[in-house]
């Protein structure tokens, strides 16, 4: 597929998503259905580990899925201050979900887009972290939840004079807020740059390796993707983190 328009038509026909719709109602079709089934992935991992849980000797899965409910567990217990049946869930979501985003980028870049091409479809972008419209929409979701719980915990009267009154007092309100307002927007923004970012040179990276001679390939492409896991296990945890620090920070009624 390399040869086909040369390398800057092979980079773009590997980075172009497959859409319906013009503007701002266009949908990525290939990132909404990738995210579909992996999180669809996730909960059947999970509900089937738990349905066949045991007191015994566990097997391998459960051992693997008790481990990472530990390791999130931990997380939330030494970041979080505050209290909520949500949190721990949430970030055991967060962390699996963005993990198995990350996780496509490790599958070989020609497999999923040569199947699609076979089905009819002109354009697969395989890895939702690549698409700054999947990773915005989650951190979005995050930010209406630190909105939610700042009301929630401190009142909708705290939660003004909070946007108004710090860290300059009343005295300064307009520029508070401003301040406030700065500071609120750059927590979702800088969560869905930071993941994109990361993945989508990733991603570029492999696609450069593919457009190499293929006895060169090898060389490149086992050092990169054993590079790359730590790299999609660390966006996974980042994510996770700064979620659960944003929301402890919303749980704070002083």
Not at 17 to 23: K, R, T
Not at 116 to 144: H, I, Q, W
């Amino acid at each position: 597929m390399a040869s086909e328009g040369g390398a800057t038509g092979y980079i773009v026909h590997h980075l172009t998503p497959l859409s319906v719709g013009e503007g701002f109602w266009t949908l990525h079709l290939d990132t909404l259905f990738f995210s579909a089934v992996l999180g669809g992935l996730f909960i059947w991992f999970f509900k089937s580990v738990a349905e066949r849980a045991t007191s015994g000797v566990p097997g391998l899965a459960q051992n693997f899925a008790e481990m990472i409910v530990e390791f999130v567990d931990t997380q939330v217990k030494d970041t979080f201050h505050g209290r909520s049946e949500l949190i721990a869930p949430l970030a055991l979501t967060i962390f699996c979900w963005v993990f198995l985003w990350n996780a496509m980028d490790m599958l070989p870049v020609d497999l999923l887009p040569m199947i699609g091409s076979v089905m009819g479809m002109e354009y697969m972008r395989v890895v939702p972290s690549t698409d700054l419209n999947g990773t915005f929409a989650l951190s979005l979701s995050v930010f209406f939840l630190i909105f939610f719980y700042s009301i929630k915990v401190k009142g909708i009267f705290g939660f003004i004079k909070e946007m108004t009154c710090t860290p300059f007092g009343p005295w300064l309100m307009p520029f508070n807020l401003m301040l406030k307002v700065v500071e609120e927007l750059a927590k979702p923004i800088s969560l869905a740059l930071r993941l994109f970012g990361n993945l989508y040179a990733g991603e570029l990276v492999f696609i450069l390796i593919a457009l190499l001679p293929p006895v060169v390939q090898p060389l490149l492409g086992f050092p990169w993707a054993i590079f790359h896991i730590l790299v999609i296990t660390l966006q996974a945890f980042i994510f996770m983190v700064l979620t659960i620090v944003y929301l402890s920070l919303a749980h704070e009624d002083h």
